[in-house]
């Protein structure tokens, strides 16, 4: 982690797909200032990276935890992993 900057990989796990959750973790990223993306995977969770101010990464982890009204959040992994450097955060396909 350099400059403190950190970042995280989040895989959650529940009814995530469908319920607008990678574009209102994008949106919840863009307020918090921080950079990474979100996907869908092929087995049903989501997993978002993040990088930035780590109190703003606990509290996108926080937010992950319950997501979007619609969605039904089981479980969130979090490993922390070294920054990418990435410029934005985006939607990944």
């Given at each position: 982690?350099?400059?403190?900057?950190?970042?995280?990989?989040?895989?959650?796990?529940?009814?995530?797909?469908?319920?607008?959750?990678?574009a209102s973790?994008?949106?919840?990223?863009?307020?918090?200032?921080?950079?990474?993306?979100?996907?869908?995977?092929?087995?049903?969770?989501?997993?978002?990276?993040?990088?930035?101010?780590?109190?703003?990464?606990?509290?996108?982890?926080?937010?992950?935890?319950?997501?979007?009204?619609?969605?039904?959040?089981?479980?969130?992994?979090?490993?922390?992993?070294?920054?990418?450097?990435?410029?934005?955060?985006?939607?990944?396909?």
């Amino acid at each position: 982690m350099t400059d403190g900057v950190f970042a995280a990989v989040l895989k959650i796990n529940g009814r995530v797909q469908g319920v607008y959750y990678r574009a209102s973790a994008q949106e919840e990223a863009r307020e918090l200032n921080l950079k990474g993306w979100a996907k869908n995977l092929a087995d049903g969770s989501v997993e978002v990276y993040v990088e930035g101010n780590k109190t703003h990464i606990e509290e996108m982890i926080e937010w992950c935890g319950a997501g979007p009204p619609a969605a039904k959040v089981e479980r969130v992994n979090v490993d922390w992993v070294e920054p990418e450097n990435c410029a934005s955060f985006d939607i990944a396909h």
